[in-house]
């Protein structure tokens, strides 16, 4: 049986085939048309899947949408109807892809595919629940599910049992966790529903000085996570901003213009909602526990990867064990619309053993063979050595400890938003400078921005208060006492002064409150990256290497070896290794930079 999952028309479209409950591949369709965040209907990652599962739509046994559009069409028209008219712009602007479109689903996957048979669709946070449980390594288990809005619902709590998945409890719109995210993320001058790892990623510069205030005036939080918005300060109802005038004057202010100077206030106030958020969180984790009694938790949905608030659940909240599904938001959809079809709605059983998951490592994007990349390689008259895989890993070790940035292109492309050891640029945590650098003259983007380490997982409890394994990279831990630099005894930094401290042992990856993002790796889930990492552990002593995605600011993570290779042109990388092929930057012909595409990277 072949069940194809589908997510679209919001943000991150992408598509999923399972086939008999085993997840056989799984991508955005950002990656193939290079469009980030695309939300277009998926055509090129369907078409990969079906590629990948060696089929053609025909063979398909089902096809299941990750959420039920005309409940949504429903919400949309009655929040109108209550604002009307002063929402008259923003219904006026949704309703003909609505008309066009996301009403005619089943017409719409029968003519881009070709495809006669069932279409089915499940619940919005039902696909996120089912994407946080099934995938998990639990018997059984409570979920919670967190983003901006699905249908109706905006968080949910229920438990999973073998193949059963039951929601039991619902936070409704308007009043979300993720929106209310958003609401600052708008107001910082970032980008909503890409920029909000910016606000987390800018909260250590500031003091939650404007957390009672948004505790006071912006919403009421009971005891169990549950909340009502004070929607009087909020414009995601009635207009085409998150927030409003009124918002603006409570906190003295209007929103900061993107690419403007990020000042003291903007860091408080990521600060503030940053707390906010993690105390939400662990509230909603701690009644989940009350309710269900279960010791494993599963999360899922956008709010999901906001890796400080899960590293807060895993460390304060009453949970054992946790799992987070590392395409937590829309594209993660598809996924467990699949996977809740074969198990829920087809009745098959579920094996699981407690320890291992069935997310393969999220390495379920494409690959490319030796040949291919080498045929790409020749057509672009680059000048590579080929490099016998087993002595890999030795000679990026050695790049790295000499200083070098390297583009690490390997195996299948990673599904969700974070670079595990497949599509990443890679570098030596040790080196006081790497973060500024790697930030402005590689991925185009603040400097203000953490890096993420990845770590072997025998080493991770000696270098980060981390008790658990963190393959997805998704919590946030401190780095170890021991590891940690003694601050200077000048006066005390604020700000992004900050960057100017070393902080610790691996200062590349050390955030300005002595944190880090891990991603644990374990060589049964990505052997060369493993091995790779183990060669410098062996030459250096130090475990860890810097991890970030290979794109540049403005683009999703490359997919395709052009991709790579493009990517490697334009920015101040060292080294790319593309399977078996190492590339020297000082050995290729000079290109001319895509200035009007850099000046998009510069304003994005």
């Not at 996120?128 to 619902?153: C, I, N, Q, R």
């Not at 999901?304 to 590293?311: E, K, L």
Request: net charge positive; glycine share 8%; proline share 5%.
């Amino acid at each position: 049986m072949n069940i194809l999952g589908i997510s679209c028309f919001y943000h991150d479209s992408a598509a999923c085939l399972v086939r008999d409950g085993e997840i056989l591949a799984a991508a955005q369709e950002e990656r193939f048309t290079r469009k980030k965040h695309d939300f277009n209907f998926p055509i090129n990652a369907i078409n990969y899947c079906l590629k990948e599962g060696k089929i053609a739509a025909g063979d398909l046994g089902l096809v299941v949408f990750y959420d039920k559009p005309f409940i949504k069409f429903e919400r949309i028209l009655e929040t109108y109807l209550a604002y009307a008219p002063s929402g008259i712009r923003q219904f006026i602007q949704a309703m003909p892809l609505w008309l066009k479109q996301k009403l005619w689903i089943p017409e719409l996957i029968r003519r881009e595919l070709a495809y006669n048979g069932k279409v089915l669709f499940a619940e919005h946070h039902e696909s996120h629940a089912a994407s946080a449980f099934y995938p998990s390594p639990f018997k059984e288990a409570a979920f919670l599910t967190m983003d901006g809005v699905g249908e109706w619902e905006t968080a949910s709590f229920g438990v999973g049992r073998g193949n059963s998945l039951e929601l039991q409890y619902y936070l409704r719109f308007p009043h979300s966790l993720g929106l209310l995210y958003s609401a600052f993320t708008y107001y910082v001058g970032f980008k909503v529903n890409s920029g909000e790892y910016k606000l987390m990623g800018l909260a250590p510069y500031g003091e939650p000085r404007y957390a009672h205030l948004i505790l006071d005036e912006l919403l009421d939080l009971k005891e169990d996570g549950s909340f009502k918005l004070n929607m009087k300060y909020f414009g995601y109802c009635n207009g085409l901003r998150m927030t409003n005038r009124r918002f603006e004057k409570l906190f003295g202010a209007p929103a900061r213009k993107p690419e403007t100077e990020i000042t003291r206030k903007d860091m408080d106030m990521a600060a503030s909602i940053q707390q906010v958020s993690e105390e939400i969180m662990l509230r909603m984790a701690r009644h989940v526990h009350k309710i269900t009694g279960q010791d494993n938790l599963c999360l899922a949905g956008g709010v999901a990867f906001n890796c400080v608030g899960n590293g807060r659940i895993l460390r304060q909240g009453p949970f054992k064990n946790i799992w987070i599904q590392p395409a937590a938001g829309d594209a993660g959809g598809a996924l467990g619309a699949a996977l809740l079809t074969w198990y829920k709605y087809l009745g098959n059983r579920r094996e699981a053993d407690n320890m291992n998951d069935g997310q393969k490592a999220s390495l379920l994007g494409p690959a490319y063979a030796d040949e291919e990349i080498k045929t790409f390689l020749k057509k672009e008259g680059a000048s590579y050595k080929r490099i016998a895989y087993p002595d890999i890993p030795q000679a990026i070790a050695d790049l790295i400890d000499r200083g070098n940035v390297i583009g690490w292109f390997q195996g299948r492309m990673e599904f969700g938003p974070r670079a595990l050891g497949a599509r990443s640029i890679i570098g030596d945590a040790r080196d006081v400078r790497m973060q500024s650098r790697m930030n402005l003259k590689i991925k185009y983007r603040e400097s203000f921005r953490p890096f993420a380490p990845t770590v072997l997982l025998e080493k991770a409890s000696e270098w980060f208060d981390l008790p658990v394994e963190s393959p997805y990279m998704l919590l946030t831990a401190p780095v170890k006492e021991e590891k940690r630099l003694k601050p200077s005894a000048e006066k005390r930094l604020s700000g992004f002064e900050n960057l100017k401290e070393r902080r610790s042992e691996i200062p590349a990856v050390t955030h300005v409150d002595y944190s880090a993002r891990v991603q644990t790796i374990k060589r049964d889930d990505n052997p060369l990256y493993y091995d790779m990492i183990s060669a410098y552990y062996k030459k250096t002593g130090c475990p860890v290497i810097i991890n970030t995605s290979f794109n540049v600011r403005g683009e999703p993570l490359v997919c395709m070896p052009e991709d790579a290779f493009r990517c490697f042109m334009r920015t101040e990388m060292d080294y790319l290794i593309m399977g078996p092929f190492l590339l020297d930057k000082r050995e290729q012909k000079k290109i001319e930079k895509d200035i009007k595409r850099q000046k998009e990277f510069e304003l994005d």
